[in-house]
């Protein structure tokens, strides 16, 4: 009895090694795939190899989530016709993408925070919202090279334009700032006004009306984008420079797609190289000095005013 025991344990222990060396061999196995995964080397391959490499959302389409309240950047044109057209120079750059990867562009308009959280749960492939490169937000994208530099802007009214000689002169209890949620924005006036009551808002174009209403003593706001509403304002002045040490707009791309930001950033240089990107910011300036709409359009498509 104590024979079989013994045999029943011998060969009981010669499974268990033979199931935990599966085991080990599957893991290594698995291991070994995954570093061939990590060391493809995307930037080495033809722009055809690259292309058949990509991955999206939807096969065939480059899905962009922005937020249109952001001229140049991104807001509505209006024609002739009062018919709304989205423009700015991030769509022209994302057509210029799609096309230079050979995919169908489809933009969808949201909310600025909802593009972080469309990025960060992966359902479209790349967010183009003024972004700057913030560390905070490379946990949920990872950035495109810069294609854009620009600055940052503390703007008021005409009528309030001599209480604030200095950025120093905003950090005051009595004072009330707007900045837009989730922006590189609501940073730079907690770290400059953090004394003041901080009001966030969805849209710029909310913050602009709560400025010029007199809700608002001031506001932070990216530079180019104030030098716009200033044009259809004459009540705001783009007043005071702020200083930023990230200065430069990137592309989201949905966190991991390795392919799909090489392509990127090889669209980005070469629209940077030929020049075109600064015709897309001189065409975006012209269309943001005539009639526009910057926010998100009714249910049947129209925009619900005009300004221009």
Known sequence: MKKLFALLLTLSLVLSLAACGSKEEAAEEGAEEGAQEETVDYASMSIDDLKAAITTVTEGTLTVATSPDFAPYEFYAIGED????????????AQYIADYLGLQLEVIPMDFDGTLLELQNKSVDLGMAGYSPKPERENIMDFSEIFYTGGQSFVTTQANADKFTSLEDTNSAEYTFGAQTGSI????????????????????????????????????????????????????????????????????????NAALLEGVNRAIAAVLADGTMDQFVTEANELASGTTYEGLLDENGQAASAEG
Do not use: H, R
């Open 82 to 93: 009062g018919q709304a057209s989205l423009a700015g120079f991030e769509m022209s750059l």
């Open 185 to 256: 924005q609501v940073d730079l006036a907690m770290a400059n006004s953090p004394d003041a009551e901080l009001i966030q808002l969805p849209k710029v174009t909310d913050i602009v009306a709560d400025l010029v209403a007199g809700n608002l003593d001031g506001a932070y706001i990216e530079t180019v984008v104030a030098q716009s509403y200033a044009q259809n304002y004459p009540d705001l002045k783009v007043l005071l420079d702020v200083p930023y040490d990230q200065e430069g707009s990137v592309v989201g791309v949905s966190k991991g």
